[in-house]
Structures are given as C-alpha cells and as structure tokens.
C-alpha cells in the first residue's frame, strides 16, 4: 500500500558524507497519494476503525482487511532445492554467428545481444543457509530472445549424479538432512547420502567433482557454467546438431581451502551475493565467454 512513482532525490546542498549515502534511499512524496492495492485515495493506513473511543475492531475496515491479508499471504514457497540463490541482469553477445547450426534468431548475426537473467544457487541447502557449503552451485540463464524465452539450466559441474531422471527424487531426498533430527544442513557428507551413492556406481564421476575445490567457488563470478544436458540445434534446412553450452569466466576459475570455507561461513553465511552485490555495484561487471560444443548427429548404425 504505497504510492506509486517514487523518485531518488539528493539534496544539491548536501554535503556531509552520510547525509548523501542516507539521501539515496529518500524518497519525496510531495503531490503524491497514498492508496489502497485497488488505487483508492486514502489518507491513513495506519489506525484500524473502532466501536467508539474503546470499542473493539471493526470488520468492515476494508483497508484493514486488505493490508492483513496482504501480509498474511506475503509467503513465497521455498524451492525443493536450488533454495539458496541470487541472480543479476545482464546481456549476452554473439560474437559468431551460428546460423549454420541452427535457426534460433538471437544465436545468429554476429554481435547482437540479447537481454538475460543469471541466476547462482546452491542445491541441497535451505533459504537461509550459508553460501559457502560445499555442494554444486547451480548455474541457470533465461535469454529474453525476439521470438521468446530461452532456458538454459545447468551447474557449475558438466556431469550430474544420475543418468535418469526416475531418480531424481531418490538423489534429494538421500542429499537432504537427515530425517530423524534435520542434520546436517546444506551439506552431503552424511550416512543417507553415502548410502544412495554407494549403491548407485554412475555418480562416482560426480562425487570426485563435488568433493573437489570446485564445490568450495570463492566468488560466484569465478565459477563455469554448465548447461550439463546435450541439446539439439536444428537450422534452416532441418538438419540437426547435438550442442553442450559452456561458460567460462573472465576472471578465471577460482575457489577457497575448506578451513577459509568453515570461517567464512561462521563470518558472513551471505558470502557469495555479497561479493557479487558490491562487484556490480562499483562497476567491476562479471563477464563468461560461452562456447557450445557440436556434435555431428549421425544415423544410428553409424554411431561410434
């Protein structure tokens, strides 16, 4: 229940140092209204209608029941994982076209961009837990392209756990806390998650990933990006062209010894979003090269 087209303002005249970090997150009100969700005028949100100077609370303060309720359903649902995360807005250029391989338009036309979200996550921790656990650190891209929005979800890892998908739920529910007394939080090193894995030989080649510096990033714009799945590009003419994204980071990949990780986390659990807040805030802008790479989608029989 605010009003609408709010305006930074700083003061010309202010010079005190503080006086202009406070200013930037001043608002001015001047010849604006206060209103309800619906857009009606009011003057006071701030006193519930009563029975009389000491009457009870009355239900017909429809400005009353709406700011309640408003509150009452401000909840977002908490993602099963991947609940820890943060992301940033940006753009992708294309630097060679690749009209050749397919006919998706933002992927041909050397140096056109296209508008993105990026999103970090963790993947076994809760809203609330620390950024620096060892674990996977999700890795997704929404391209806002002319003909539509295009989802690339992978991981900072180019393999996974599993090879099919039935499994899936097997894997997070062997990785989340323990059920009998919900330890340890974020974190894998546990007995149902050893025990999933022990019998399930296909996620070896993870384990020594996860259990590598690559699941201890320290900064999320030192980490590469996966898209993990193969996908198909398919041109002009119909043919098809099996393609794996890639992200390399401009800053090189970098991570923490585990003693920095245990501290940082005691220190400051917002590690990650906090390096990231304050780099794009100063200008220091986190930048990938992507590549794909391709692979020659051949008949059946003549598959090697």
Do not use: C
């Amino acid at each position: 229940m605010a009003a609408k087209n709010k305006k930074n303002t700083v003061p010309k005249q202010a010079s005190d140092a503080k006086i202009r970090d406070l200013a930037t997150n001043t608002s001015d009100g001047t010849d604006q209204f206060l209103t309800t969700n619906q857009g009606l005028r009011i003057n006071d949100n701030q006193n519930s209608l009563k029975a009389g100077d000491r009457g009870a609370t009355l239900l017909e303060d429809f400005i009353l029941r709406e700011k309640i309720t408003h509150f009452d359903h401000g909840r977002i649902p908490e993602r099963i994982v991947h609940a820890r995360g943060v992301g940033a807005h940006g753009f992708f250029e294309l630097t060679d076209s690749l009209e050749k391989f397919t006919k998706a338009k933002f992927l041909n036309g050397s140096g056109k961009r296209t508008p993105i979200f990026l999103r970090f996550s963790t993947v076994a921790g809760s809203k609330g837990s620390s950024d620096m656990a060892r674990d996977v650190r999700g890795f997704s891209v929404k391209f806002y392209t002319e003909e539509g929005n295009y989802d690339l979800v992978g991981n900072n890892i180019p393999v996974f756990f599993i090879q099919d998908a039935i499994k899936f739920p097997d894997l997070i529910h062997a990785v989340k806390p323990e059920p009998h007394n919900e330890i340890p939080q974020a974190a894998s090193a546990h007995d149902t998650f050893w025990d999933f894995v022990s019998l399930m030989t296909e996620s070896t080649h993870m384990l020594m990933w996860a259990m590598s510096d690559r699941a201890i990033p320290r900064s999320l714009r030192m980490i590469e990006g996966f898209g993990v799945h193969t996908f198909r590009f398919i041109n002009e003419a119909g043919k098809s062209t099996f393609v794996k994204f890639h992200f390399k980071p401009a800053l090189g990949l970098h991570s923490v010894a585990w003693d920095e990780a245990t501290k940082i986390s005691g220190k400051d659990p917002d590690f990650h979003r906090r390096d990231l807040w304050e780099a794009i805030e100063s200008g220091a802008f986190p930048e990938w090269q992507v590549g794909v790479q391709l692979v020659a989608d051949l008949p059946f029989g003549k598959r090697s």
